[in-house]
Every structure is written in C-alpha cells, then in structure tokens.
C-alpha cells in the first residue's frame, strides 16, 4: 500500500531542506537546519510539544508565500504563478512529513491528542488557498493562455494538475457554497481521525488468551513460542497470547484445531468496531459516507465515487464496475469450488456438515498439505527476513543497478528501525530508505510505504528521497529469527517496489511526483511476480540454519500451488472493493438506516459465499474511511491488470532480469506522476494492457 498523508494541499512535497534557523524558537529541531546524515530528521530530538509551533510557524509561512503569488503586479506567467505555488510550504511539509508518519507507524498518546486540533488547522489552511480568489484568478489567466506559452510536456502536466486541483476543490463555487465546503472538509479530516484511533485501539484491547496448552493443539512449535512471548510481555508468562495482527491471527487460523477458539479469534476480527461501545465505527463511517457525498454534490458530480474516479486512469465508475464484473462471476464459481471441497473434506474428519468461515484458513492449509505437500511451516525456513531482504536488494541491482548499504549512527524514529543508503550505477547518491518490520503498540495495522522527503530539484539539482516501508511481520521467537511466511515475503516485495519507485523518481517539478490511484500499485504489484519465480526463489530462498538453497522440489510445489486458493482470495478482495464502490456511489442519504444492514444488503445482492467475508468490512476498512482509497480500493486490481501485462514485457524474452525491458520500466517510473499514465504505460509497452494475462495467473475463465 502507497501511504496516502492526511494532508490535503496540492504540491504534498516532504522536503527536508529550506531556511529555517532565523526563526529560533529554542529548542524546537523544525525550526533550524537538519545536520544529520541524508537530511534524515532528528527523530531523537523531536518530542510531541514541537508539532504544534512548527505547524502554526508553517502556516503563516506558506499563508505569506500566497500572498506574494496573489497579489504580485507582474503579468501571470507559468514561473512566477505555476512554478512558484507548486513550491510553497516547504517549512510545514517538512514538519508534517514527521508528524503523520510517526501517526501511523509510532502512536503515542501525545500525537494522537495533537490529531485532531492540527487536523482542523491544516483543513481550515488548505481551504483558504484552494478558495482563494485572487490566486486561482492568476492560476485561470495562466491556464486560459497554455497554447501561446510554448510550454514542454512537464510544464503543461503541472499547469493542468494545478489547475485542475482547485477546480475540484471548490475554487469556481459561490461563497455560500466555498462556506458549506470548509465545513464539510473540517468535519471530515475529524472523522477520519477518529475512525484510525477508534481502528488502532480495538487492535490493542484484543488478546485471545490461552492457558491450557492442549487448546493449542496443531499448532507449530514457532507460532506457540511467539504466543508465549507475547504473553510474557503482557505480564502473562506461562500462558500464550494471540492478537488480531496479521502474524499472529494468520497461523492461528491455519493450524489450531480447536475450533471454538477459531471463532473466537475470527470474529474478534470481523467485529472489530463494531461493539456498540466508544470505539464503535458504524457512526463514524456512516458521517464519511454522508459527508463525501454531499461535497461530491455541492461539486457538480453524481457520487464521491464519480468525483474519485475521474481524476484516475479509469475516468469513470462505469469502468470501475466493468472491470469487478468481468472477474466477479468467475472468481465466486472457483471459490464455490474451493467450499466445495473444503467442505468435503471438514465432513470426512468427522467436524461436521457445515464449513464455517473460521474453518476455510484451517481446512485449506490441510488441502494444500494433502495436494501439493505444501505449508507455510515448511517454506517459513527458506525465508528468513535478512534474506529475503539481500533477494530484494540482489535484484534491484539486477533489474536497475542499484545497491544499497546499511547505514550506522542514523536518527531513527524507533529502535527495530534499520536504514540504508541506495546509490545507483555510477555509484552516485540515489537516497534513503527506512524499513521498520514488526507490529507494537501504536503502530498500524498492515504494511505501508511512505516519505519523510520525495524527491525535487532546487536550484537544478536532485533532492534525494527518504522513503520508508513499515510492516506487521513475524517477529524473531528466541534463537529462531525472523521467518516469513509466503505472504508476508510477498508484502515485502510489494512496499520495496514503492520505495524503488520513490528512489527513482526524478521529475523536474514539485507536484509531479504522484501518479494516479490506480497506476501506483503497478510498481508494488510488478515486484511480486519475482517473489516466487523460480530463477529468484534460487538467488535469495535459503534455509535459516543449513544455507541450503531452497531444493527444486519445493520451487515446483510452489508453483504448481500458484493457483491455490485463488477464487477465495479473487473474491474477498473482489467483495471489498464492490463495497467500497457501493458506498461512495450512493446518490442517496444513509441517514437512520443500519449500517450492517447495509453491508450485507449489498454482499448478498452479489451473492457473495457465506464461508468468505470480504477482505476489510466496513467498521475496520480504514483503506477507504483513513487512508486515502475511498472509492479507490479498485485500484489494486486495475493495477494488477497493469503488472501483469507489464511482467509479461520480461517473460517475452525469455529473461524476466531482461536489461533492455528493465530499462524501459525504470523509465516509466522515473518519470513519475509527470505523464498522463495511460501514455507512461503505452510507451514501455507499446500497446495498452492485456487483461487476459491477469486471467491466467488467478486461473479464472472469463464469459465470452
């Protein structure tokens, strides 16, 4: 997942460097030059009671910046109004860069009391830039006279960006209007908020504890250690504790054959937020989805959905349907399938006649074990974390030339954090890259990649990137180290390929760096097609204690298991992202209906199996109510549709480390956001993609 930052303005560049010292304000390290290596922040050196000053500091700073570019006598041109606004508030982008990043990857009680007073301050400040009159007055002049200013590509994308960015923001709207939407806005960053924190609590409060070691039968010794560990730390020691994080839940459903305690844990799962208590969502969705449609409303357009959507490769939401409906059908008769013979399979046990949805995780892996002599226990040897990690790097460097080196005596935000420097071919700085692997209290749930600074020039040269990958991995048990599961191998591949995209990014203008919704996964979703080849599998699987290389009986299992499974993944992915279109192309008021109701109201219009939920439910999807993919959790399947015609680019020649292809690919993505994507893509390929290689890799037959 590409981390989309709470802050709303246009130009969203994180830039580390700017004259900040004459400001002073003693001890406050956002308010002085960054000494530190790579222009890293001083994370040791910032505490909770800097924010606030530095964000106010900014705010009168970029408020001063506008003011100049509005009120300034000269004639508009595409520097002094387009240039000059796409780099205004480095000083408070800066400081945010910090400050939503450690709110999602380090929560303390202290930020999270900050959210919402500095959530209302940045609403209420994006707003009064994107309604200002007099600057979108020039932004019009310059954009009304684009054919007659001889224009390059690059500038022409910005000019039109910017343009567009306060058009769908409210800048041709009445003053009464302009006035309803800074009310809809502030109520909505508020809400959003709520919705993480009400998210990250339910993940803290929730432990399955176990105290009878029998209740932990099936288990492998790996999973059972950790519980204990995590027992140990909550002042538990002798008894085994199991959360809602993915690495602890994932096992536990896989293996544990106490069935009763399946439930308990699953349901605390899809239940999260959903209690009726202080930290319930329904509410709190509900507002979002009210309040997205009414500004979605008072824009000109029918739906969020139809307001979102536009602004992507899709353009429409007819797309967006069309492309759920064709893999929908096929997806749901695997999976049917997939119940089928689960079900057959619980029955011959003597469990019982009916497969609930705690047991598919349970009898699935038996499946596997039975048809493909597979399980994550076996292969988890084979992927220790430092592996898979120099595979990673092993082939960046093969694919782009670049390398990275660890980098010591560097500010990091948490202790587990590790650091590395990537330098490229001719050995030259490329940028950072923070990694932070394993779950704690207060960071969120899944894996993200994000920026404490994107990369953009000053003065004509590159400012170097500091990008980061957060996850929810496996610990380290004992003497055992960290050992990744197949998914989790694949979620590392996934959030590198966000970091190379940021690493490689080289556009000439602050504001070009990001691309559509629905085109940034592809550099993610690509890297995961190298994940399980077998000429990779080779390079980088090797057994944490022998070295041995991952044996060629096992390559085969996995890939003759490719397709494993694949209609009940398609379709609780599938089943979520209808849900979060649904939603957000409502074109009618929720008010004083059940949100519950709702939901299963439009999963039993598809008729969606009653053993798969869909991936995220509504109380808990802060993809698309706290992270900046409303009406856009599609996106990783138009992506999909993208890298699977884009890793075909390489089988067609035989080598998936082909050169010459990936050079063409570091192309697309060093060029950024500063294309239209449908032409970055046409121009590595030469065609638009192909939807049927998608087909094959989930085995899926389309109605012709």
Not at 693 to 698: A, C, V
């Amino acid at each position: 997942m590409k981390k989309i930052l709470l802050m709303a303005a246009f130009a969203g560049v994180l830039l580390g460097s700017g004259s900040c010292g004459r400001f002073g304000n003693g001890d406050n390290p956002f308010f002085s030059e960054w000494d530190t290596p790579f222009g890293i922040p001083p994370f040791e050196k910032i505490y909770a009671r800097h924010y606030l000053p530095a964000v106010r500091e900014g705010i009168r700073q970029e408020r001063r910046e506008i003011k100049k570019i509005a009120d300034s006598p000269e004639e508009p041109t595409f520097d002094n109004v387009i240039s000059a606004y796409a780099g205004t508030g480095k000083f408070l982008k800066r400081t945010l860069a910090v400050f939503e990043n450690l709110c999602a990857a380090d929560m303390t009680d202290s930020l999270q009391r900050l959210q919402p007073e500095i959530q209302s301050l940045l609403t209420r400040h994006n707003n009064d830039i994107m309604l200002n009159k007099k600057l979108f007055a020039r932004i019009k002049q310059v954009y009304d006279s684009r054919e007659t200013l001889a224009l390059d590509a690059q500038q022409m994308r910005l000019l039109e960006k910017v343009y567009r960015s306060f058009v769908r923001n409210g800048a041709e709207l009445s003053e009464a209007d302009q006035e309803k939407l800074r009310n809809i806005d502030e109520r909505l960053a508020g809400f959003e908020i709520v919705f993480a924190n009400n998210l990250l609590k339910e993940m803290e409060n929730f432990k399955l504890v176990v105290d009878d070691e029998s209740d932990l039968s099936g288990l492998p010794a790996s999973v059972r250690e950790t519980a204990a560990a995590a027992a140990k730390a909550a002042g538990m020691e002798g008894k085994w504790v199991f959360t809602l994080d993915k690495p602890s839940l994932i096992p536990f459903m896989q293996y544990a054959d106490n069935a009763g305690l399946r439930k308990r844990l699953y349901e605390g799962y899809l239940t999260r937020c959903n209690h009726d208590d202080e930290y319930d969502n329904k509410g709190v969705a509900d507002s979002l989805i009210t309040l997205r449609r009414e500004r979605a409303c008072l824009l000109g357009y029918d739906s969020h959905a139809d307001y979102v959507v536009e602004n992507r490769m899709a353009k429409t939401r007819r797309a967006v349907y069309s492309l759920l409906n064709k893999l929908w059908v096929p997806a749901m008769i695997n999976a049917n399938r997939e119940r089928d013979v689960l079900q057959e399979m619980k029955a011959r046990s003597g469990a019982g006649d009916t497969l609930e949805m705690w047991d598919w995780w349970y009898y699935a892996e038996k499946l596997r074990k039975a048809e493909y002599d597979l399980d994550d226990e076996t292969l988890r040897p084979y992927f220790p974390l430092e592996g898979v990690r120099d595979g990673i790097f092993k082939l960046v460097d093969t694919l782009y030339g670049i390398t990275f080196r660890p980098v010591a005596d560097v500010p990091v935000y948490h202790e587990e954090c590790r650091t590395y420097e990537a330098l490229d071919r001719d050995g030259s700085h490329l940028g950072v890259i923070i990694m932070d692997f394993f779950p704690r209290k207060g960071k969120g749930v899944g894996a993200w990649c994000t920026t404490f600074r994107e990369q953009t020039y000053e003065n004509g040269v590159r400012v170097a990137p500091v990008t980061s990958i957060v996850c929810n991995f496996t610990r380290p048990s004992g003497d055992t180290p960290a050992l990744l599961s197949l998914d989790e191998v694949n979620t590392f591949f996934h959030e590198f390929g966000h970091a190379v995209h940021n690493l490689v990014s080289d556009v000439r203008y602050e504001g070009l760096q990001h691309v559509a919704l629905d085109f940034v996964e592809l550099p993610s979703q690509i890297m995961e097609n190298w994940s399980v080849a077998p000429e990779m599998l080779k390079l980088y699987a090797r057994h944490y204690r022998t070295g041995e290389v991952i044996p060629d009986v096992l390559i085969e299992k996995v890939k003759k298991s490719a397709l494993f499974n694949q209609g009940f993944l398609s379709t609780e992915y599938l089943a979520a992202a209808y849900l979060d279109m649904d939603y957000h192309a409502l074109q009618e008021s929720l008010a004083g209906r059940n949100l519950n109701e709702i939901e299963n109201y439009f999963l039993e219009g598809r008729m969606i199996t009653p053993q798969v939920a869909p991936r995220y439910r509504t109380t808990y999807f802060q993809h698309i109510f706290a992270g900046g993919y409303s009406a856009g959790y599609y996106s990783y399947i138009w992506s999909e549709v993208l890298d699977a015609d884009a890793f075909q680019a390489f089988e067609e020649t035989g080598n998936i480390f082909d050169p010459t292809v990936a050079r063409k690919f570091r192309t697309l993505l060093e060029k950024g956001g500063s294309e239209d994507e449908g032409q970055l893509y046409r121009e590595f390929r030469g065609k638009d993609p192909d939807i049927e290689y998608l087909i094959q890799r989930r085995g899926l037959t389309l109605e012709r």
